[in-house]
């Protein structure tokens, strides 16, 4: 295993592009949340109009100083966004480590006996498809919390036993939950490198970003899906949209749904690009901003 390689701090990001220009917003006051992304506010209206930050990222930035960010952090709960986001970056090209294309269709079926969809379809010069499902990534966990959780090996399912990056089982020790396997894509060629993070992310701030917050079967399933289109010849990426700034990884959520969990460390064996870049919420210019990538942990 290799040393433990430094992972971006909140300063060491790019510098922003912009994404995605707000409307309107609007100011409230958070009285009461019930769930996540279920709360009383209250608007709170100027003699000029409503302005400032909305009702939703109010709430949303509760939860981020809930997550154990030392200085709270601005994020974007509308999941459907992140496909917009996404758009944006593939338009723009920001993301080298896709490779060359021209051209990028949106809300693809897949057709044959699936009823599914894959959110972008990119062509390659030389007409080779890439298939990139897009996730919104709003939940963050301390370093140290996701540790904890992910020490018992779940993420490999009910074996008791952790995978690495590359697909191999090896039995759980002490240094298992401080040093995850860290998959760091090339920018040129995606390749993947094989690193000890956990130290890493603590120095960069603590937090992973992690998902899903909740069990998806649907998740499960674009995963799977994702591993077929490989499997029959095709280039198939996970983009993981971070709609927060405050995190140095990002590492599925597998105490809250192992079987994704072992469903994207199928994928990643099978050859499927693990990919996670950053959004920073600027509520103060009505903007979403492009910071780059960071490390995927399996």
Not at 32 to 53: G, M, P, V
Not at 186 to 200: L, M, N, P, R, Y
Not at 253 to 262: E, F, G, R, V
Not at 290 to 297: D, E, I, K, Q, Y
Request: charge should be positive.
């Amino acid at each position: 295993m290799a040393a433990a390689a430094a992972l971006p701090a909140r300063d060491q990001l790019q510098e922003r592009v912009l994404l995605y220009q707000y409307g309107e917003l609007l100011q409230g006051m958070l009285h009461k949340r019930y769930k996540r992304f279920l709360a009383d506010i209250e608007q709170q209206l100027t003699d000029q109009a409503s302005a400032a930050a909305s009702p939703a990222a109010a709430a949303a930035a509760a939860a981020a100083g809930e997550a154990g960010s030392q200085r709270g952090t601005w994020v974007g709960v509308h999941s459907a966004l992140a496909n917009k986001l996404a758009a944006a970056m593939l338009k723009q090209q920001l993301l080298p480590q896709l490779g060359q294309y021209s051209s990028v269709q949106p809300e693809v079926k897949l057709g044959g006996s699936s009823s599914s969809r894959v959110d972008f379809l990119l062509t390659r010069p030389d007409g080779g498809k890439v298939y990139v499902e897009v996730k919104s990534v709003t939940m963050a966990m301390s370093q140290q919390q996701w540790s904890s959780s992910s020490s018992g090996g779940s993420a490999a399912g009910s074996s008791g036993k952790k995978r690495s990056a590359g697909g191999r089982k090896k039995a759980p020790s002490k240094q298992a939950a401080a040093a995850p396997q860290q998959l760091a894509a090339d920018s040129a060629t995606a390749t993947v490198g094989v690193a000890a993070a956990g130290a890493a992310a603590a120095a960069a701030g603590g937090l992973v970003a992690v998902f899903p917050d909740a069990v998806s079967v649907r998740a499960q399933r674009h995963v799977q899906d994702l591993a077929q289109l490989k499997a029959a010849g095709h280039n198939a990426v996970c983009l993981f949209v971070l709609q927060r700034d405050d995190c140095g990884c990002f590492a599925p959520a597998a105490h809250i749904d192992p079987a994704y969990a072992a469903a994207l460390q199928a994928a990643h064996a099978a050859g499927v690009q693990m990919l996670a870049v950053v959004c920073e919420q600027d509520p103060d210019a009505g903007a979403i901003w492009f910071r780059g990538s960071v490390p995927v942990l399996l």
